[in-house]
């Protein structure tokens, strides 16, 4: 949220997002979308995981709104996201998988709409922080 990144959801229920595993549960990605949105209601926004450009574009004449371009190489990713655009010009195609600060340039192409970078909240190390008050200090109290 900071210096405007956006986490893809808040909780569980913001959104549907299938991975590689329920694509493979369900069959095809056509059909993990169709149950999705069958058991999601209208207005719940469905995200697939796409291991090829086969897949986004599965998952776009699926109904999905998001397809997310998965370790994907630039050249790649820019090829599959103008090929996604051309054909579904209102699916929103995200990039994502091995993209760190000093490639993350390179995925900055036409017909991405998102760039995920996992690092960000994987990445930072924790820091010891707390709000301990100090009890040896009087509190403030102001006179009305």
Known sequence: IVGGAHPHRYNMSSMVYL??????????????????RGLSGFSTKIEVECRNIQDAL????????????DNFRPHSASAGALLVKKKYPHAIVEVSGGIVAE????????GVDVISCGRITHG?????????????????????
């Open 103 to 110: 490639t993350i340039a390179s995925y900055a192409l036409k």
């Open 58 to 69: 599965d998952a776009c004449a699926a109904g999905a709104d998001i397809v997310m371009l």
């Open 19 to 36: 991975n590689d595993n329920h694509i493979d549960i369900a069959g095809s990605v056509q059909d993990a979308v169709k149950r999705a």
């Open 124 to 144: 930072p190390p924790p820091i010891d922080f707390s709000m301990k008050t100090d009890k040896s200090n009087t509190p403030m109290v102001s006179k009305l």
